[in-house]
């Protein structure tokens, strides 16, 4: 089983700053594609597809959130936190079974 | 634009099954392209992904779930369904259906909490 990694666990910023997550997988997760996506969740909802392919923005996601790396090494940027912003975001594996996510990073308002 | 809503009882004895159904709406289960499955969130914590099956019965499994799961698709309600027997305290969690691509997941259903509990 492929484990992810996230750090830090809380990331305390204003509006307006940048974040830069990690996400760190047990082993390669890269093939044709690197195999890696992000997710965010907002309190009391489900999570929502942000990243695919490691630096791919889904459908109507904004052009602050990127998402770079590859093999075990993967980061999500958001260049300009907006209030909406504020939640948790993991990260998931398709490189190997069973999928996988990682615990998780906190970005709260600071 | 599809939408996911899962339903079931939220209490559940130990040692008992949970069941719970997802209604597919906005769209047809009946996709090639698609397989649909369930992850679920302990209350506070991470996401683990259950299993996933397609409409042509095409199915994949947590192996650390898989002897207790059981997912199955019915096309003429446009549902899809989860079984998890023999459960325990630990099988606490909101259950999430999703519509997978086979191995990305969107969209998700709004999630539905199941205790188990005597």
């Known amino acids: 089983e492929i484990v992810l990694t996230q750090s830090p666990g809380t990331l305390s910023l204003s509006p307006g700053e940048r974040a830069t997550l990690s996400c760190r997988a047990s082993?390669?997760?890269?093939?044709?594609?690197?195999?890696l996506a992000w997710y965010q969740q907002k309190p009391g909802q489900a999570p929502r597809l942000l990243i695919y392919?490691?630096?791919s923005r889904a459908n109507g996601i904004p052009d602050r959130f990127s998402g770079s790396g590859s093999g075990t090494d993967f980061t999500l940027s958001i260049t300009r936190l907006e209030p909406e912003d504020f939640a948790v975001y993991y990260c998931?594996?398709?490189?190997?079974?069973?999928?996988?996510f990682g615990g998780g990073t906190k970005v709260e308002i600071k | 634009q599809l939408q996911l809503r899962e339903s079931g009882p939220g209490l559940v004895k130990p040692s008992e099954t949970l069941s719970l159904t997802c209604t597919v709406s906005?769209?047809?289960?009946?996709?090639?392209?698609?397989?649909w499955g369930w992850i679920r969130q302990p209350p506070g914590k991470g996401l683990e992904w259950i299993g996933s099956?397609?409409?042509?019965?095409?199915?994949y499994y947590n192996p650390s779930l898989k002897s207790r799961v059981a997912i199955s698709v019915d096309t003429s309600k446009n549902q899809f369904s989860l079984k998890l027997n023999s459960v325990t305290a630990a099988d606490t969690a909101i259950y999430y259906c999703?519509?997978?691509?086979?191995?990305?997941?969107?969209?998700w259903g709004q999630g539905t909490l199941v205790t188990v509990s005597s």
């Open positions: 998931q594996q398709y490189g190997g079974s069973p999928l996988t």
């Open positions: 082993q390669s997760v890269s093939g044709n594609y690197n195999y």
């Open positions: 999703v519509m997978a691509t086979p191995s990305l997941f969107d969209p």
């Open positions: 906005g769209g047809s289960i009946r996709s090639s392209s698609y397989y």
């Open positions: 099956m397609s409409y042509s019965g095409s199915s």
């Open positions: 392919r490691a630096s």
